[in-house]
């Protein structure tokens, strides 16, 4: 292929191209998780982040280089999910950065703005570390750059540079032993070789299904008017199929569409010698159903009441209208000074969340990462002047982070609550008297004091940090690795505790989930007790998906 530049056309169906390879692999992206737990989410947070920007690209008709990079920043920004979606975003945000103003691009362009890429991705990260995604990007910009100047054509310059990206991705685990332990490369610079994969399929031609790719859109009210439901001029979706006892003869298929066609409208005979399928919209269908029950018997008749579903939709358009209107009154209350956001999972800890005065509570946490959007939704909802978010994960404080970025009306707090203890802390340790920065240093301050701990079961046989670990273990994960391993929930739990307790701690708190038992954690609590009798020990019901208990000792 001769082709030295690609313009907008060819830009958007290689990002698209991109996305479907990363969407088709992000089952085995997930497996690639270092830690052995129910929810790897690597390849599914990469996913929904670019795919989210993929709506917005499909929506384009015939788009320059500047409509076209403000649709794959703006939707991968708003659908960020977990670290890697977030570092994915940022990459794709430096990308059409650089390329926004440009016509086409060249090796020299393409090699800029993937310098650009990783700039911007470097910079969103506190503490970059290597043998990750990032690594992946960096030295597939730092090859383009070497290449791009006696690059001619595109098709070996991009060859070029994903075969050094693919090399890159091959020593992750020399970079970071966990990868080595584990036997696997790293999740997120796998989920970008993909990325980069099926752009060059999109640029050589390969075909490509977008017809996946749904626009998204926030909650809508369809405005109808008086004539609408007169609009509705046949009320009965009629369907059914014939199982023709003789083949139906050319000229009785005509008659009976005919016949058809004077009940109703919205035709559809489709016949063969066995079956005919009728679709018809009228309101007669038993005149239907007679008349074709002299051709056969009948099979999967269906009639809806379009009316019926009419008045429905008026009515759920009414209660969607009032909601939006509920919160527009109350965006119009004047304002309080500090608001709160928490992210939980489980019904108990939602309602401990509730009664610490946290405003707006997002559903999601290690199972299910919440989006950039998902986060501005929220602060949209918080009637107040400065808002803190509690992630309550560590794999969610980027996302948080970039809401913050992206809020202009209002400040934003975020606090770096990596687990739902700190969460509980930060919230505890917060007085109202205090001033907004006096407050966060003093969260900030309490929740390094806490320790948590996590039960839940290995998905698949793996060794870390010298643990042998089986599928159907059960785990006790702590704030940096592995704590124990074994076969018995409490047990686990007791040895996980064992591991984080230190000489001035004082209160121990265990959160039961949905798949433990209230009598279970009280023998826990018992045993702790005994064992560390200085400590006071708390039970509060959680109700978290897939993690047993979550402990804390501070």
């Not at 998204?216 to 405005?223: F, H, I, N, R, S």
């Not at 579903?309 to 008026?314: A, P, T, V």
């Amino acid at each position: 292929m001769n082709i030295k530049t690609i313009d907008a056309g060819m830009l958007s169906r290689m990002f698209l191209a991109g996305a479907k390879n990363l969407e088709a692999k992000k089952e085995w992206i997930n497996e690639l998780n270092v830690f052995p737990v129910p929810d790897g989410d690597t390849g599914t947070n990469m996913t929904m982040t670019i795919m989210s920007a993929a709506a917005e690209v499909s929506a384009l008709t015939d788009p320059d280089m500047e409509t076209l990079a403000k649709a794959i920043s703006s939707g991968s920004l708003r659908g960020a999910r977990g670290n890697s979606g977030v570092i994915l975003s940022q990459l794709l945000r430096g990308f059409t950065k650089s390329v926004k103003k440009a016509k086409e691009l060249d090796a020299l362009a393409v090699a800029a703005a993937m310098e650009r890429a990783v700039e911007t991705a470097y910079k969103a990260v506190m503490k970059p570390k290597e043998g990750t995604i990032l690594t992946v990007a960096r030295e597939a910009a730092l090859k383009a750059a070497e290449i791009a100047p006696e690059a001619d054509e595109l098709q070996p310059f991009f060859e070029k540079v994903f075969a050094h990206a693919e090399e890159t991705l091959a020593r992750t685990p020399e970079m970071l032993p966990v990868l080595k332990e584990a036997g696997v490369v790293d999740s997120g610079g796998q989920g970008l070789l993909e990325v980069l994969r099926g752009a060059i399929d999109g640029f050589l031609g390969k075909e490509v299904d977008y017809s996946d790719f749904e626009r998204t859109a926030g909650p809508a009210v369809t405005k109808i008017s008086p004539q609408a439901e007169a609009d509705i001029k046949f009320g009965y979706c009629t369907e059914f199929i014939i199982l023709l006892d003789k083949p139906l003869p050319l000229e009785e298929e005509h008659k009976f569409k005919e016949f058809l066609t004077s009940l109703g409208d919205s035709i559809v005979l489709v016949a063969d010698d066995e079956i005919v399928k009728v679709h018809v919209h009228t309101n007669h269908p038993g005149q239907a159903i007679e008349r074709a029950l002299t051709y056969g018997a009948l099979s999967r008749m269906k009639i809806d009441n379009m009316r019926e579903e009419h008045q429905e939709k008026l009515i759920k358009d009414a209660e969607k209208l009032a909601k939006q209107q509920a919160e527009e009154e109350k965006k119009q209350e004047p304002a309080k000074e500090v608001g709160f956001i928490a992210v939980s999972a489980g019904d108990g800890l939602t309602d401990i969340f509730r009664e610490l005065g946290v405003d707006y509570l997002i559903e999601g946490g290690q199972t299910m990462n919440p989006s950039t959007e998902d986060m501005l939704n929220a602060i949209d909802k918080v009637n107040a002047k400065a808002v803190y978010i509690l992630p309550n994960n560590k794999n969610i404080i980027l996302a948080a982070n970039q809401a913050r970025d992206l809020t202009e009306d209002k400040k934003i707090i975020v606090v770096p609550t990596k687990t739902v203890p700190q969460g509980v802390t930060a919230l505890i340790s917060y007085v109202p008297e205090k001033s907004l920065e006096e407050n966060t240093a003093e969260m900030e301050e309490a929740i390094a004091r806490v320790k948590t701990g996590q039960i839940t079961y290995a998905v698949r046989d793996t060794r870390i940090e010298e643990n042998e670990i089986h599928e159907g273990d059960i785990m006790g994960i702590g704030d940096k690795g592995i704590l124990a391993v074994g076969g018995n929930k409490e047990k686990v739990a007791e040895d996980t505790v064992d591991a984080m307790i230190f000489d001035d701690a004082e209160i121990i708190s265990i959160y039961y989930g949905a798949d433990a038992s209230e009598e279970k954690a009280e023998e826990l609590a018992a045993t702790l007790e005994e064992k560390y009798p200085d400590c006071e020990v708390e039970i509060n019901y959680g109700g978290q998906p897939i993690y047993y208990y979550i402990i804390s000792v501070e």
